[in-house]
């Protein structure tokens, strides 16, 4: 597992992640003053935590027993000052995905399981966990079972399925937009490149065509204020 960080000069530097082993990292979260990634301590295998102050040191830290599996993705509530992560589809059940809460990224405890509407594989995973921009307790979160989203609206303690009537072909990232929400990008049937929005969790999630976008993965977006998102892609038509 390989981490960058960027120096004050504007160099990167690249280094290692203890205890991985040809492992993969998912995701990373910043909150409390340290940050907190997760992922795969070795091949599909191992449930990976590390945390780090400054982005440079880095130091695993022990999941729960309750989660083997490794971990897809992670955010952080400034609201509620918790971090949640979820895991990869739990076989051979195969019909949920397990979610971690901590309040200091060290200490962890379980959380809420993510039951969806039919069997996974152990490759499908929490894809994706973004908070609410305007506070309150509202998670989010979307796997790659057909592109489901679930919500919690008590500081991830348990979690319900949202109204989606999308096609939705890809996994969808989930990013904490301006305001109230919390902003989606991935494919669906005939609009390769759309944006799925919701007001904190309390309605379904709609679609809109990004203009210019051309293409059908790789599209990333960042909250510059309330009224401003900037997005990058790996196939831009503007």
Not at 33 to 38: E, P, S, Y
Not at 100 to 121: K, L, M, Q
Not at 197 to 212: E, K, M, R
Not at 226 to 233: F, R
Request: hydrophobic share 35%.
């Amino acid at each position: 597992c390989a981490v960058w960080h960027l120096k004050d000069d504007g160099e990167w530097n690249a280094g290692l992640m203890p205890s991985c082993s040809a492992g993969l990292l998912n995701g990373v979260a910043y909150g409390n003053g340290r940050f907190v990634a997760v992922g795969e301590t070795s091949t599909g295998a191992g449930c990976g935590l590390w945390t780090s102050t400054d982005g440079m040191s880095w130091s695993s830290v022990a999941c729960p027993a309750t989660m083997a599996k490794p971990l897809g993705s992670i955010a952080f509530n400034p609201a509620t000052n918790t971090f949640a992560a979820g895991g990869y589809c739990e076989v051979p059940a195969g019909v949920s995905y397990n979610v971690i809460r901590s309040a200091d990224g060290f200490s962890w405890a379980s959380g809420a399981t993510i039951t969806i509407g039919g069997p996974c594989v152990g490759t499908d995973k929490v894809h994706s966990m973004s908070a609410s921009a305007s506070g309150g307790e509202t998670f989010v979160a979307i796997n790659t079972w057909g592109g489901n989203f679930s919500i919690s609206t008590n500081n991830g303690a348990s979690y319900a399925n949202a109204p989606n009537t999308l096609s939705v072909t890809a996994p969808t990232r989930l990013f904490r937009g301006g305001s109230s929400r919390v902003i989606g990008t991935g494919q669906s049937a005939g609009s390769p490149a759309s944006s799925y929005t919701d007001d904190n969790g309390g309605t379904p999630f709609s679609a809109s065509v990004l203009t210019g976008f051309a293409g059908t993965s790789g599209f990333v977006l960042a909250s510059t204020g309330p009224n401003s998102v900037v997005g990058l892609a790996d196939n831009c038509g503007l």
